[in-house]
């Protein structure tokens, strides 16, 4: 009576041709096993009865004495009492309880012993085919295929996951028939019982049998072999294949490849390739060079500020030697802080610090650990972002603070309404130069490097830009006794040819100079005369004039690293203009403006748009350019072909008034509303952190740090919050 097809889901299954018996070089096959007890051949049983047109198993000749050899020959013939049908066995398959399958196997496994012990005992004999090749040729091929195979099974390591395969209760029946091996008088060592196969109905090979077949015959074979297993047993075979093929690549490959590899995945990869084995952990955490490229490919560090970057760890971390062997450290970090951001249940813990007496900041710098602010009231504070306090208040200039440039180490540069440029020591507390020469407010500037002389760039409501050496005398502070120090300070210079660090003024626009920045010798500037100008401040030269915009520009960036301008204009459009083939912009002309020669582009590169109303605020990281408008909208755009990448509105509708981004975290503020999105997934995050706040003034973040400025019932404070701490009670400090 055959079995459920759900018991045996393989033995119906349509047979490859590959497998077929037409496909074989030998149609039938008469397969008979010898006996040392009495010469003669024993046969299977009638019910277990195989034919050769499901398997076909070809036999290698064995050197024997020439009369046996004759002997075997003449009775391994095809007889129908030797053939052993494999259909029939199909057919009729055994269906007796479990104990008398055992009984048998047993029974197989006693034969199998003393087949192999007897000194009699003999090996299949392949019979001698006209048509295949020679025996020694063929045994000389199978031996070249085993080697190949060998070698390529053995090139890599077993993989750490593999398995036995005896995952199902049939494992409980073999241990049964090793007790009963180890009980019988003759016993079976665990080496040569590895190496008898034993079939259903009583044949008996072993090793030496199948390591000399054909390899297409003895796939098929097994084949064969494995239609007729029942679900159980072909579970354990698939355990058993699948993890043994396994092979564990990563371990055998020099260090450098697979170094190489790993840097090919995300950090979600990484972390489950660290739980794959003790040899891949400790490839992953011994590498640095794998650790830094994380923090670069999550962009946690951007390329140009790693420099930077490696600076503030030996200043965090003064004990390590190698500063390498932080990387690892301070990535989990920033990605436990990350998820802290991206988590809308997190409450960051809150510090509020008194801010200055007027409503209004104008201006906010957050580097290394300092925060620095500027309003009308003529002062700076400084407030320490690590402790979250303040430290000091820096007095000086006549009129209100519109324009701060962090440089490093403590030096700050301030403009202001009272048209002076001021440098401030942080660390000395005091102020060091006092440069003057503008005539009206200075309303913008930035700090710029070219052959290791830093210069300040300073533009201004009279139209004009001055461009001032910053002394690097401040810098000395420790070199400097005390006796010297006192009455040093400040430098002030009340006119522009008796400083020596004034260096000359770039003159073309014809109304007040809003934005400037710059890098290295280019400086680009923005103008509410609708026009970009762009300078060469080592030549002090005008090189060329923008004007695309219809409207006042308030706000320009330079894109240093692919060469172009961009800008932001009251028109509600954002031009980008490419310096690097100024044929893209369209025609230009060449035109003498203020004295100097310079081109003319009427026409920019490429026009984005989307705002309503004016767009005053520009932002740029490796991945995204960001714009702000009056419209409450913010857009964000690629940052090498600008297409459009997300578009976010404030509920209000009110101008943003600020925003601070990078390539994971987006935090924007406005009349009442402050935000923070991910830029990841871009979703809203959070829309309440400040709501008690009536206008957010300026806000800017860096790793677990959100510094803003806000104004509340009319009074200035700083809002510090810290993501690394969760708090849900705000701390004051006044």
Known sequence: MPSSPSSYPLRDIPVPYRYSPFNSRVSGLSLEV????????????????????????????????????KGLISKIAPTPTSVINLNEKRLREN?????????????????????????NSISPIQPDYPQETSTAQTSNTNTNTSTVTTVLDEALPLSPIASSGLSTPDEKDLNEITDVRNTNSKLITHDSAASIITSDNGIVFN??????????????MAYNIICNLNRSQLTDLNILIRDNLKRDFLSSLPIEIAIKILTKLSFVDIAHALLVCTEWNKIIHN??????????????????????????LRKEYPLIDNIEEIYKFDFLNRCHILKNWYNPDFLPQKVTLRGHMTSVVTCLQFEDDYIITGADDKMIRVYDAKNKKFIKELKGHDGGVWALKYDRDGIVVSGSTDRSVRIWDIERGCCTHVFKGHTSTVRCLDIVEHKGTKYIVTGSRDNTLHVWKLDQSVYNRHHMKEEEEEGKWPMVFDTPDRNPFFVGVLKGHLASVRTVSGHGNIVIS??????????????????????????????????????????????????????????????????????????????SWKTLTGHSALVGLLRLSDKYLVSAAADGSLKGWDSNDYSRQ??????????????????????????????????????????????????????????????AAVEKNTQSFIEILDFSIYEQIPTLRL
């Open 526 to 603: 923005g103008s509410y005369d609708n026009t970009l100008m762009v300078w060469d401040i080592a030549k002090m030269k005008l090189l060329h004039m923008f004007a695309g915009h219809t409207d006042r520009i308030y706000s320009t960036i330079y894109d240093y690293k692919r060469n172009r301008c961009i800008s932001a204009s009251m028109d509600a459009t954002i031009k980008v203009w490419d310096m690097e083939d100024l044929s893209r912009n369209g025609p230009y002309q060449v035109v003498t403006c203020a004295g100097q020669t310079c081109t003319r582009h009427g026409r």
């Open 287 to 312: 590498t640095p060079f794998l650790w830094r490229h994380l923090l670069l490919s999550e962009r946690f560090i951007s390329k140009d500020n790693f420099k930077q970057y490696q600076l503030q």
């Open 34 to 69: 010898h006996h040392p007890s009495n010469s003669s051949l024993i046969k299977p049983t009638q019910k277990n009865d195989l034919t050769a047109t499901d398997i076909n198993i070809p036999l290698e000749t064995h050197p024997i004495e020439e009369p046996l050899h």
């Open 207 to 220: 090793n030496h049998f199948l390591q000399h077949m054909n390899p297409v015959d003895l796939q098929k």
């Open 95 to 119: 269906e007796s309880a479990n104990d008398e399958e055992r009984s048998e196997v047993i029974k197989r496994i006693k034969l199998a012993d003393n087949l192999n012990n007897s000194p």
């Open 646 to 707: 997300f578009a976010y509105h404030h509920e209000n509708l009110s101008a943003i008034t600020t925003f601070c981004v990078n390539d994971n975290i987006l935090v924007s503020g406005s009349e009442g509303q402050f935000n923070v999105y991910n830029l990841r997934s871009g979703e809203l995050i959070h829309a309440g952190l400040l709501g008690d706040a009536d206008q957010i003034w300026s806000v800017s973040f860096k790793n677990n740090i959100l510094v």
